[in-house]
């Protein structure tokens, strides 16, 4: 193993704890201040409170979306060994993803225009400002959000693929991934369908990310492989030579 990309794993592990931190509070948020239905909702929720506002907005799912992106540099080079074509295609689908999703975000446009409504001292000017977010509302909710989550989800599915045929994660890694990636194919903004899939995937988000952020821990360590070969590098495997002193203890991926 090259000792130079241990810091890399290492913060592939941080950035995957740090999404599974951050996602339990903006639930709590969603659930406490769901999201207003109308543009006049919205401007209200901004002037009484700003950052409930841009959590609704998804303002932590951009911070997410930067953190997983630094998460799937690490599985880039921790898999690429075994299919460096489909990673290389996976690491640059997510990029796409990531920017394409931070573009289509409008929170502090929408933030922007509820300061200007406020200000404003026609009824004209109010309506202009009404019609700017109920457009900005619409792309924060249009073909780039769509665009970038199914594209997140091809990811999900090609990087478990990965994981199947490699020693490096284990199988319930990779068909924990799976599970995950078939609930995110229908995005979140295609009515009822979109929102119970979003919801039940948040279970095997969870768990993939989790595992994933303990296999890079341990690729941070030396820890090679899975499953009873797994062993540090440098360290004899098989009969031949003094038993090691200590082994950490390994898991599934």
Do not use: C
């Amino acid at each position: 193993m090259n000792t130079s990309w241990r810091p890399l794993y290492r913060a592939g592990a941080v950035a995957a704890i740090a999404v599974l931190a951050l996602v339990p509070f903006q639930i709590a948020i969603y659930v406490l201040w769901p999201p207003p239905d109308t543009v006049e909702g919205w401007f209200a929720l901004f002037r009484a409170h700003s950052f409930i506002a841009l959590v609704d907005m998804d303002l932590l799912l951009m911070v997410d979306n930067v953190l997983l992106g630094l998460m799937f540099l690490a599985l880039y080079v921790a898999l690429r060994e075994v299919s460096p074509t489909w990673m290389t295609v996976a690491v640059s689908a997510e990029l796409v993803a990531i920017t394409t999703y931070l573009g289509s975000n409008t929170a502090f446009e929408l933030l922007a225009l509820s300061k200007q409504y406020a200000a404003a001292a026609t009824e004209q000017e109010r309506l202009m400002a009404l019609a700017a977010g109920q457009a900005m509302i619409a792309t924060w909710q249009g073909s780039a959000f769509n665009v970038s989550y199914v594209l997140g989800a091809i990811v999900i599915l090609i990087t478990a693929t990965v994981m199947l045929r490699s020693q490096v994660f284990g199988k319930a890694t990779a068909l924990t991934g799976l599970v995950f990636g078939a609930l995110s194919v229908v995005p979140a903004s295609a009515g009822k369908l979109g929102i119970v899939l979003s919801l039940l995937s948040l279970v095997p988000m969870w768990l993939w990310l989790l595992l994933i952020a303990r296999r890079l821990f341990q690729l941070a360590h030396g820890v090679e492989h899975t499953g009873s070969s797994s062993r540090r590098r440098g360290v004899p495997s098989g009969d031949s030579g003094p038993a090691p002193e200590r082994r950490l203890p390994l898991g599934a991926s």
